[in-house]
């Protein structure tokens, strides 16, 4: 049994970092649309993802395990989006891929990667607690991370080869980590439901 206090403190945690999300989401979904980024729009639409997954977090934590594991399956789902969306955006960049302005790109992966290292340092106290919805915050601070680090070399390989394909390998890279996330909450949620003799 997990102690009220803890509850508390982990859902001001995901609090917190869904409005981190929330408000760098605006601001690297309008750098991505300036520059013509594939990678910053897919790191974007992620933002929105976990903002989406924080709030809902924010709000089932409290709820029975039947209805946990539910919204884990459901957040399965939701991180799927990022993943599809950034499919479509490189087809369109790869029919004309010009470089994205490399400064814009470094500067707003590095403002990312601020962000979602923040985050997880916030959830890195409530990452031992078990469930698909813990895993989700966790797993999203993380990748987002590495995706951050990624869309960065990305910019030092674009300025070398003045070619827009760093960008777009990067940005589809980031789909398919967002999809692998999907599956491992997926898992959760069934071991949740499974453990929790759910009918």
Known sequence: MIPASDDRSFRRAVLIVAILNGAYFVI??????????????????????????????????????????????????VILVPAL?????????????????????????????????????????????????????????????????AIIAAAAVTLWLNSGWPDIIVGIAIGLLNADAARAVWRAARAERRDGAIP
């Open 28 to 77: 690297e979904f309008i750098v991505a649309q300036l520059i013509g980024s594939v990678s910053l729009l897919a790191d974007s639409v992620d933002f929105l993802e976990d903002t989406s997954i924080n709030l809902l977090i924010f709000f089932a934590v409290a709820w029975s395990l039947k209805r946990r594991s539910t919204v884990g399956h459901v957040l399965a789902f």
């Open 85 to 149: 969306a950034t499919i479509y955006i490189a087809i369109a960049k790869i029919l004309a891929p010009s470089p994205p302005n490399v400064a814009a790109l470094s500067l707003t992966a590095f403002g990312a990667l601020a962000v979602n290292l923040s985050a997880a340092f916030i959830l890195a106290r409530h990452r031992g607690r078990s469930g698909s919805l813990v895993r989700a915050a966790w797993l999203s601070a993380r990748n987002d991370s590495l995706a951050n680090v």
